[in-house]
């Protein structure tokens, strides 16, 4: 099996910037495409961000582009994703997500459904 620990989130002021991490252990081998996902009070949860097994490709959602960098480093068995200058309207628990199969169109990046295994999340909390 999969599993995946996110780490990183904290409370901080607008503007400012967080590096959240999630950690891939048991079979690594098994994890292709990987995503940031989130989910705020009463609301759906919602896409992030996410990247291919080789990091060329990236996508993001229109909300954080710009400010959210996804990056991999699968010698670290390790997904980042950097937030920079930060909203209150970012507040929310941060999940991180695995593709355990190698067929992945574009499309599938961008759905929760798509993804196979999930971490408990972490939460980031902007003030204003």
């Known amino acids: 099996q999969v599993q995946l620990v996110e780490s990183g989130g904290g409370l901080v002021q607008a503007g400012a910037s967080l590096r959240l991490s999630c950690a891939v252990s048991?079979?690594?081998?098994?994890?292709?495409?990987m995503a940031w996902f989130r989910q705020a009070p009463g609301k759906e949860r919602e896409f992030v961000a996410a990247?291919?097994?080789?990091?060329?490709?990236?996508y993001y959602a229109d909300s954080v582009k710009g400010r959210c960098t996804i990056s991999r480093d699968n010698a670290k068995n390790t997904v980042y994703l950097q937030m920079n200058m930060l909203k209150p309207e970012d507040t929310a628990v941060y999940y991180c997500?695995?593709?355990?199969?190698?067929?992945?169109?574009?499309?599938?990046?961008?759905?929760?459904?798509?993804?196979?295994?999930w971490g408990q999340g972490t939460q980031v909390t902007v003030s204003s």
């Open positions: 997500a695995a593709r355990s199969d190698t067929t992945v169109f574009v499309s599938y990046y961008y759905s929760s459904t798509r993804y196979d295994y």
């Open positions: 990247i291919s097994y080789s990091g060329v490709s990236t």
């Open positions: 048991g079979r690594t081998f098994s994890t292709n495409a």
